[in-house]
């Protein structure tokens, strides 16, 4: 692994998108790291990244119909041509996480057909595959390397882990931790986008379940 494409989609969350770019490291030995910030139908961030990012993020990208993370997600790990570590804009990684994720992709994965979940710490029940870093030959196991299920509008890492876990390609690494400031958690996080985000919950919920029950996982049987 050369290269790591950081995926962060973001809406109108310019002081957490601050606070988690701050915890990405600007260097790991060996890997050369490219952040990708897709500004879903939030111009003023795209106005301001390009402004003021003085070389952070490297690529910004500007949707200018507010599309879901999952659309914006998957405008990027299409091109990516090496791994990928799709994020969100409300985390804040902890020092050497994304080194101890390179590192356990290394050990379990050395061809790179696998997943790395990171841990959020203190929060129960998250799904291993919530933040996590793919590995380019398991990335090509999805159409055009679309990693997200293009039905869904913003609920779909489940389907992730799913794949990850029948193929046995997925593990959670405890050293690459992260703190998650979800509302569920916090209730001073709570802000406009998490609301906009509630009122797709339902639908993507249903829909993982019909395709649940249908068998179906994105990327293994699609």
């Not at 301001?48 to 999952?70: E, Y």
């Not at 998650?180 to 509630?198: I, S």
Request: glycine share 6%; aromatic share 8%; charged share 25%.
């Amino acid at each position: 692994m050369k290269h790591i494409d950081i995926i962060i989609p973001t809406r109108n969350r310019w002081e957490k998108l601050q606070r988690c770019l701050k915890t990405i490291p600007q260097r790991i030995p060996s890997v050369t790291l490219n952040i990708i910030v897709i500004c879903d139908g939030d111009c003023e961030t795209a106005r301001r990244l390009t402004v003021s990012c003085d070389g952070v993020v490297n690529q910004i990208i500007f949707v200018q119909k507010h599309s879901g993370s999952v659309f914006c997600r998957n405008l990027a790990t299409q091109c990516a041509e090496d791994a990928v570590l799709y994020a969100t804009d409300d985390i804040e990684f902890k020092p050497h996480a994304i080194e101890a994720a390179v590192k356990s992709m290394a050990d379990h994965f050395p061809d790179e057909d696998g997943i790395i979940g990171f841990n959020q710490i203190g929060k129960q029940g998250f799904s291993k595959s919530g933040v996590a870093l793919v590995g380019q030959k398991f990335l090509r196991r999805y159409p055009n390397r679309k990693l997200f299920c293009p039905e869904y509008f913003h609920f779909s890492c489940q389907e992730i882990e799913c794949l990850g876990d029948r193929l046995n390609r997925i593990v959670l690494e405890r050293d690459a931790s992260l703190i998650h400031y979800h509302p569920g958690w916090n209730r001073a996080e709570m802000d406009n986008t998490h609301n906009e985000a509630r009122i797709y919950r339902d639908k993507d919920l249903k829909l993982s379940s019909k395709r649940r029950a249908r068998g179906l996982i994105w990327g293994d049987n699609e």
